[in-house]
């Protein structure tokens, strides 16, 4: 077996429409219904400019294969953040700063990364990498 990318990145919230909203609005992903047996009103997908479904955004009521208690809004527990492959720095630093959000930047100038450290509406922490962008 081997890993070949992240393939997704679930998140439970008792605020779906936000959720969705901030993540449109910040990455520029296309919001979608997810798939039956799943219904609008408790998931829905965001799907990158190739079509993967790259956030699964899910409503405290939304029926899980493998359920397990969750606090929306709490810390993400032993997930410190999710990572994301980014390009376009300064369209997300001016989507950022039109949305009034809190950010930090960090540079790694030996491997020419630029990274913008934002939270969503759920308290999760988002890093956004930049390479040679």
Excluded at 49 to 58: E, F, S, T
Excluded at 94 to 111: E, H, Y
Aim: with cysteine.
């Amino acid at each position: 077996m081997q890993v070949n990318a992240l393939d997704h990145v679930n998140i439970i919230t008792d605020r779906l429409a936000e959720t969705c909203a901030f993540h449109v609005a910040l990455l520029g992903l296309e919001q979608r219904d997810a798939p039956p047996p799943l219904t609008p009103q408790n998931a829905q997908w965001l799907h990158d400019k190739a079509g993967r479904a790259v956030l699964h955004i899910n409503s405290t009521d939304c029926p899980r294969t493998f359920d397990r208690a969750v606090n929306p809004g709490a810390a993400t527990g032993a997930i410190h953040h999710v990572a994301l492959n980014c390009s376009g720095y300064d369209s997300a630093l001016a989507r950022i700063a039109a949305m009034g959000l809190d950010v930090q930047t960090n540079l790694v100038p030996a491997i020419g990364l630029r990274q913008i450290f934002v939270t969503d509406p759920n308290n999760v922490l988002l890093e956004l990498n930049f390479l040679a962008d």
